[in-house]
């Protein structure tokens, strides 16, 4: 009987100690940043993009707006509940002058469950935490795209679209920047030609758009 309670006592220890050293989602992307940074930290009042892998992957995002300096920070696969969760890491310290946000894509494709209005109410949470912080920073929002491998979220990506554009358009210093049509076609499908082969991310085309209709609500 005390050899029973011994080995429960003890595989609960390794249990609570495995748990203690479980890295939260993303923590070496979050790491990796604060290194980069120790190396050569960002100039401060840059315009700061936040978000998922539609950010991560556009590398050369520098290229596409010269003559203003951009910091990108955006983590693949990330949702808006990693976006909240790390956004003293990822906001804050870089004092920017404009932050645009993309993100809220991978909130419904990880579960079924997940509305446009859970993701409308998560992108109001990390609006709150940084307007709290940086109340007179402009904020702009790129709406959710029209994936093809996601075109299935179409319904719920249109009502968390369309909810986000209406609080923003309440708030001071916003802008709900739309990408979500000028990437359709004649028909009403997502333009396969301006995405790589996983349907999913964006090649140059696709950024090409972006910066087209980001380019305006840029602080100069």
Not at 185 to 203: F, T, V
Request: charged residues 20%; contains cysteine; positive net charge.
């Amino acid at each position: 009987m005390k050899k029973t309670k011994f080995v429960l006592l003890f595989l609960l220890f390794v249990h609570v100690l495995a748990a203690q050293n479980q890295k939260p989602p993303f923590w070496d992307d979050i790491q990796a940043f604060k290194k980069q940074d120790s190396v050569h930290h960002p100039i401060h009042h840059s315009i700061l993009f936040i978000g998922s892998s539609s950010f991560t992957k556009w590398t050369d995002v520098q290229d596409y707006f010269p003559g203003y300096a951009i910091i990108n920070r955006g983590f693949g696969g990330s949702t808006l509940l990693d976006q909240i969760r790390y956004v003293s890491n990822v906001v804050f310290p870089y004092r920017p002058k404009q932050i645009v946000i993309y993100c809220g894509e991978n909130d419904l494709a990880a579960s079924p469950n997940v509305t446009g209005e859970m993701v409308f109410k998560r992108f109001v949470t990390l609006f709150n935490l940084i307007r709290k912080k940086l109340p007179n920073v402009p904020l702009l929002f790129i709406s959710l795209k029209p994936s093809p491998s996601r075109w299935n979220l179409r319904n719920k990506m249109t009502d968390a679209n369309t909810r986000i554009k209406t609080f923003l358009s309440t708030k001071k210093k916003t802008a709900f920047v739309d990408v979500y049509h000028k990437m359709l076609g004649a028909d009403g499908l997502p333009l396969k030609e301006i995405y790589l082969e996983d349907s999913l991310h964006m090649n140059a085309k696709g950024y090409a758009i972006w910066q087209k209709e980001l380019q305006p609500h840029l602080s100069k």
